[in-house]
Every structure is written in structure tokens, then in C-alpha cells.
């Protein structure tokens, strides 16, 4: 199984909503991050884990909260949105501590925040 | 983190060879070069990684001049379906994470 998958795949959330992203994958991979894409734009990295531990944080607002639960399952809770957090939020996995980075990713989940 | 550089946009016909260029000059000694392909909608798709030298799959090469401060992907002969956006990264597989995508190159094949 070389898949990464997100739930749900389209979300929409007002303001003042609590929500959440999941993520999940079965390749025994180690390291998963969330990345942010807006429109015509590359993805921006946001959080890294590390064997389920945050190695990275990209300086991301406090109303994304990350959590690893255990080395399948990545979640990102959303909370107070802004509609400029409208976005195609992904997640990926790939090897840890492996000489090479190829990172698999899930199709994303499409975030409207009115 | 080695910033890249790529063409914004490149036009090619299908049953063309591609050749895609990705400038890396503060390159790292341990930093690998890697490709991904989007499609609209879609998450990125690894296509290929490589050190140096040559690396060739099933669906691309990648070339990569000694100095290293640059690579190049190559496509051979491509089709419809390859209308997609092409990123370069470059970043140290064993520090998961700080892969920062550049731009990226939208390659739109014409029939």
C-alpha cells in the first residue's frame, strides 16, 4: 500500500468553527508533514513529525494545531480561521533517516473558510 | 535550505523530448535533487531523485553536471497527459523535512 490518504476532501468552516484534517498511511513511514498550497502557488511546508514527535514547525499560526497520534495518523485541528487560510491543505509521508527524501503525498483536502 | 530556480512555464508537442532545467546554486553536499509532478487538484507525485551524474527511470532522466549547482529532467517523448506543473526540489534526505518546493514550471503539451 503506497498511499497516503485525507480526509475530507472538501471542508468548508466559518470563523468562528473547530474542525479538523486527517491524514493516514500504512507504508511505515516515520516522517509526515502538512503542507499548505493556495492557488498557482508551490506547497508550503507548515509541520513536520518525527518517529509521531514535531521536529518542524514553520513559524504556523496558532490556529492550526497539529498531532500525531501514533506513526499512521496525522491531524491538523483548525480553530478561528481566517478566509486567507482558504487553501488545498496536504499531507505527506516518506522515510526517516533515509539518504533520499521522496515524500508521498495524499490528494489534499480543499479548505473554505467564509 | 538551497533555493532553486526554474523556467515559470515551458510549451512543448507531444512526441517531443522535454528537457527542464533547475538552477541550485548554494546546493549542499548533502543535499539530493528531487522532481515532483502536479496535476490540478492533486497532490505532488515524486518522478525522480538523484546525487549526481545520471539517474534515468521509467518515465524520466535526470542529469546532473558535476558541479552540481544545477540539473536537468528530462522528459522523452511526451504526451497530453503530462500538461502538468514540474517543481524541483533540493534538500537533505536524512533531516525529514525543509524540502521547500520552488516555483515549479507549468509544461503544457500541445497536440
Known amino acids: 500500500d503506497t498511499e497516503v490518504t485525507q480526509t475530507p476532501k472538501h471542508l468548508v468552516m466559518g470563523m468562528t468553527n473547530k474542525k479538523s484534517l486527517k491524514c493516514e498511511q500504512h507504508?511505515?513511514?516515520?516522517?509526515m508533514y502538512w503542507y499548505k498550497q493556495k492557488a498557482k502557488k508551490p506547497p508550503e511546508l507548515m509541520f513536520v513529525y518525527s518517529y509521531e514527535k514535531l521536529s518542524i514547525n514553520e513559524s504556523v499560526p496558532s490556529r492550526f494545531s497539529p498531532e500525531c497520534p501514533n506513526s499512521s495518523l496525522l491531524n491538523l485541528h483548525l480553530h478561528a480561521l481566517q478566509p486567507e487560510d482558504s487553501a488545498l491543505y496536504l499531507c505527506?509521508?516518506?522515510?526517516?533517516?533515509?539518504?533520499?527524501?521522496?515524500?508521498?503525498f495524499g490528494p489534499g483536502t480543499r479548505l473554505t473558510v467564509l | 535550505l538551497a533555493k532553486t530556480t526554474q523556467p515559470i512555464s515551458m510549451d512543448s508537442y507531444e512526441g517531443q523530448e522535454v528537457n527542464i532545467t533547475c538552477s541550485h546554486n548554494n546546493i549542499a553536499t548533502n543535499d539530493y535533487i528531487t522532481w515532483y509532478q502536479q496535476f490540478p487538484s492533486q497532490g505532488p507525485r515524486f518522478i525522480i531523485q538523484g546525487y549526481k551524474t545520471k539517474v534515468t527511470n521509467e518515465v524520466a532522466s535526470l542529469f546532473i553536471p558535476a558541479d552540481r549547482k544545477s540539473s536537468t529532467l528530462s522528459l522523452p517523448r511526451v504526451s497530453l497527459s503530462d500538461t502538468a506543473v514540474y517543481y524541483c526540489?533540493?534538500?537533505?534526505?536524512?533531516?525529514?523535512?525543509?524540502?521547500?518546493f520552488g516555483d515549479g514550471t507549468t509544461l503544457t503539451v500541445k497536440p
Open positions: 505527506a509521508s516518506s522515510q526517516q533517516g533515509a539518504d533520499y527524501n521522496e515524500q508521498f
Open positions: 526540489l533540493v534538500a537533505t534526505g536524512t533531516n525529514a523535512g525543509k524540502s521547500t
Open positions: 507504508m511505515g513511514h516515520r516522517a
